[in-house]
């Protein structure tokens, strides 16, 4: 087996061992979590085993709808194209947003698992999320003038389920001793998904398309749509951190990776035969441009302005840093013992979450995905917080002995951008024979797998040759969130990204595997907090000789 090295407990243990806490700074968000007894279950047997017919919001999957395969399973769409949006095709992105994220809740095992607060407690309940982006898109649509106050569905809801993503140590709603009955929620997320539909109906003729920015009153709907793929993502994330008595594989969503069958072959893995050895490719300095540039599709706020950096020569890993290379790092002590390694909040948050490892490792040597557990994949990407990457680097410096000037660190977002910019040049000068992927190669996105695959799988960039530099796992940077110049927060959701610029969340980009529309575009720039996790990992740095 894989297991002589790992240590106790695992994600899908019911005690919640190794949690996601948040440093001692942030203590009170645990605090003030309540302290309720916990919602008492409404009989709500529905909810264990396969869902039927009447589980769709919209509609059912079926062979031959946008965003659904011939064996009937869901996928996320791409971005849609804001300069000709007519009804057909958003009703279609509408629609294909809805049966991904019904897909993914067709995951959750009994009326429990929707009450269910993550052991560490900063996050809601699941069913809090089932009901979240329904009332956004009323909320939005309301502000954005696309509907009257008298068209709310249920303004109780629209309040009840508003908000509630980054932990917010003010807030003792959490545990309500009485959310709505799940039953409940579904109604509402489908008269929800009929109000918008009414919007849609009001758009323009099929042949003309209408051209949409940020000053559009249809901005407000592409944001709904949008926010909930992201709520989508940042669930799934939440189910692969729940006990796994909770979980049932959806049948509408595509299965792990095939690599995910493979046997483990040693519970020491070996660079070269169980994942890739290390290999840094060296890059010109250049200028990066960061922000939008009228790419043809939706944006949140903070990816619009302009910040224009000289890039220094640099080296970064072909693939992002990988299981088998991580192992070594949690061998060598890394956890355990080395808090010269960590940021003075990193070790915080590390002994005030006993991790030993990174959270998906399991005690019994297995990896622990969305839905189930499978053997450990040493070369696919480690997935850990930025606490845990930043002290990966610092380990691997001193291991090779490397000068601070040299040192190993996460890339930058300006390096990322201006390897992304490369490779899309040259794809165009060389008449795009990769197609539509910008020369960024084959991206593990829009749920085509419900997990990550090998750092080395697929066709790398078309210049530099990197992996992954689009999907599979997001990517952390060095970076903190910060605005660009001339951002500007947009009127219909202004605490979107302010409040992220306060020094405590770090830029991620590039969007994972579970990570569709906007939000898997190569142009999307996202922030979390440095405990927080997500399907990321990160990709080795360094400042050139």
């Given at each position: 087996?894989?297991?002589a090295?790992?240590?106790?407990?695992?994600?899908?243990?019911?005690?919640g061992?190794?949690?996601?806490?948040?440093p001692?700074?942030?203590?009170?968000?645990v605090?003030?979590?309540?302290?309720?007894a916990?919602?008492p279950l409404?009989?709500e047997?529905?909810?264990?085993?396969?869902?039927?017919?009447?589980?769709?919001t919209?509609?059912?999957?079926?062979a031959g709808?946008?965003?659904?395969?011939?064996?009937g399973?869901?996928?996320?769409?791409?971005?849609i194209?804001?300069?000709?949006?007519?009804?057909?095709?958003?009703?279609?992105?509408?629609?294909?947003?809805?049966?991904?994220?019904?897909?993914?809740?067709a995951g959750?095992?009994?009326?429990?698992s929707f009450?269910?607060?993550?052991?560490?407690?900063?996050?809601?309940p699941?069913?809090?999320?089932?009901?979240?982006?329904a009332?956004f898109?009323?909320n939005?649509?309301?502000?954005?003038?696309?509907?009257?106050?008298?068209?709310r569905?249920?303004?109780?809801?629209?309040?009840?389920f508003?908000?509630?993503?980054?932990?917010?140590?003010h807030?003792?709603?959490?545990a309500?001793?009485?959310?709505?009955?799940?039953?409940?929620?579904?109604?509402?997320r489908k008269?929800?998904?009929?109000?918008?539909?009414?919007?849609?109906?009001?758009?323009?003729?099929e042949a003309?398309?209408?051209?949409?920015?940020?000053t559009?009153?249809?901005w407000?709907?592409?944001?709904?749509?949008?926010?909930?793929?992201?709520?989508?993502?940042?669930s799934?994330?939440?189910?692969?951190?729940?006990?796994?008595?909770?979980?049932q594989?959806?049948a509408?969503?595509a299965p792990?990776?095939?690599?995910?069958?493979?046997?483990c072959?040693?519970p020491?893995p070996?660079a070269?035969?169980?994942?890739p050895?290390?290999?840094l490719?060296a890059?010109a300095?250049?200028?990066?441009?960061?922000g939008?540039?009228?790419?043809p599709?939706?944006?949140?706020?903070?990816?619009?302005?302009?910040?224009?950096?000289?890039?220094?020569?640099?080296?970064?890993?072909?693939c992002?840093?990988?299981?088998g290379?991580?192992?070594a790092?949690?061998?060598?002590g890394?956890?355990a013992r080395?808090k010269?390694?960590?940021?003075?909040?990193?070790w915080?948050?590390?002994?005030l979450?006993?991790?030993?490892?990174?959270?998906?490792?399991?005690?019994?040597g297995?990896?622990r995905?969305?839905?189930?557990?499978?053997?450990?994949?040493?070369?696919w990407?480690?997935?850990?917080n930025?606490?845990e990457?930043?002290?990966f680097c610092?380990?691997?410096?001193?291991?090779e002995a490397?000068?601070?000037?040299?040192?190993?660190?996460?890339?930058?977002?300006?390096?990322?951008?201006?390897?992304?910019?490369?490779?899309?040049?040259?794809?165009?000068?060389?008449?795009?024979?990769?197609?539509?992927?910008?020369?960024?190669?084959?991206?593990?996105r829009?749920l085509?797998?419900?997990s990550?695959?090998?750092?080395?799988a697929?066709?790398?960039?078309?210049?530099?040759?990197?992996?992954?530099?689009?999907?599979?796992?997001?990517?952390h940077?060095?970076?903190?969130?910060?605005?660009?110049?001339?951002?500007?927060p947009?009127?219909?959701?202004?605490e979107?990204?302010?409040?992220?610029?306060?020094?405590r969340?770090h830029?991620?980009?590039?969007?994972?595997?579970?990570?569709s529309?906007?939000f898997?575009?190569?142009?999307?720039?996202?922030?979390?907090?440095?405990?927080f996790?997500?399907?990321?990992?990160?990709?080795?740095?360094?400042s050139?000789?």
């Amino acid at each position: 087996t894989c297991s002589a090295v790992l240590l106790d407990g695992c994600s899908g243990d019911l005690d919640g061992a190794h949690h996601t806490a948040a440093p001692p700074a942030l203590n009170a968000a645990v605090a003030l979590a309540p302290t309720e007894a916990p919602n008492p279950l409404r009989g709500e047997a529905w909810l264990s085993g396969a869902r039927d017919g009447r589980w769709w919001t919209a509609r059912q999957p079926e062979a031959g709808t946008p965003g659904v395969d011939a064996d009937g399973r869901v996928r996320g769409l791409p971005a849609i194209d804001v300069r000709a949006l007519s009804r057909q095709s958003l009703q279609a992105y509408l629609d294909n947003a809805a049966m991904v994220d019904d897909a993914l809740f067709a995951g959750l095992h009994g009326e429990q698992s929707f009450l269910e607060l993550a052991p560490h407690k900063l996050r809601k309940p699941q069913v809090f999320y089932y009901g979240h982006a329904a009332a956004f898109n009323v909320n939005k649509l309301l502000l954005g003038g696309l509907i009257s106050e008298s068209e709310r569905v249920n303004p109780a809801f629209e309040q009840l389920f508003e908000a509630g993503v980054d932990e917010h140590p003010h807030e003792k709603g959490w545990a309500k001793s009485q959310w709505p009955a799940v039953a409940e929620v579904l109604e509402y997320r489908k008269a929800v998904h009929r109000l918008v539909s009414r919007v849609i109906a009001r758009v323009g003729d099929e042949a003309r398309g209408v051209a949409v920015d940020q000053t559009h009153p249809l901005w407000a709907l592409l944001m709904g749509i949008e926010h909930q793929r992201v709520h989508t993502e940042t669930s799934s994330v939440l189910f692969r951190e729940m006990p796994l008595a909770l979980l049932q594989p959806s049948a509408q969503l595509a299965p792990p990776h095939p690599s995910a069958a493979r046997a483990c072959r040693t519970p020491t893995p070996e660079a070269g035969l169980d994942f890739p050895a290390t290999e840094l490719l060296a890059s010109a300095g250049g200028r990066a441009e960061l922000g939008r540039h009228g790419e043809p599709e939706f944006g949140w706020d903070l990816e619009y302005g302009l910040r224009a950096v000289e890039v220094a020569p640099f080296e970064t890993g072909r693939c992002k840093v990988s299981n088998g290379d991580y192992f070594a790092f949690v061998q060598a002590g890394g956890y355990a013992r080395r808090k010269d390694l960590w940021s003075e909040e990193g070790w915080a948050w590390r002994e005030l979450a006993g991790a030993q490892r990174p959270r998906f490792w399991c005690a019994d040597g297995k990896l622990r995905l969305v839905f189930q557990e499978v053997e450990m994949q040493w070369d696919w990407p480690a997935v850990v917080n930025h606490h845990e990457a930043v002290a990966f680097c610092a380990w691997r410096s001193e291991a090779e002995a490397l000068s601070p000037a040299r040192a190993f660190r996460p890339a930058s977002e300006a390096e990322l951008a201006l390897l992304r910019a490369r490779n899309a040049q040259a794809h165009l000068a060389a008449g795009e024979p990769y197609g539509t992927d910008g020369g960024l190669g084959a991206a593990n996105r829009g749920l085509q797998w419900a997990s990550e695959q090998p750092v080395n799988a697929g066709r790398p960039a078309f210049e530099t040759k990197h992996h992954d530099l689009l999907g599979n796992v997001w990517e952390h940077c060095v970076d903190e969130a910060a605005a660009l110049e001339g951002y500007e927060p947009h009127k219909l959701y202004l605490e979107y990204s302010e409040p992220a610029f306060d020094g405590r969340h770090h830029m991620l980009v590039g969007g994972s595997f579970a990570s569709s529309g906007g939000f898997a575009s190569a142009r999307t720039r996202n922030y979390f907090r440095p405990h927080f996790l997500q399907h990321a990992g990160f990709r080795l740095a360094r400042s050139a000789a």
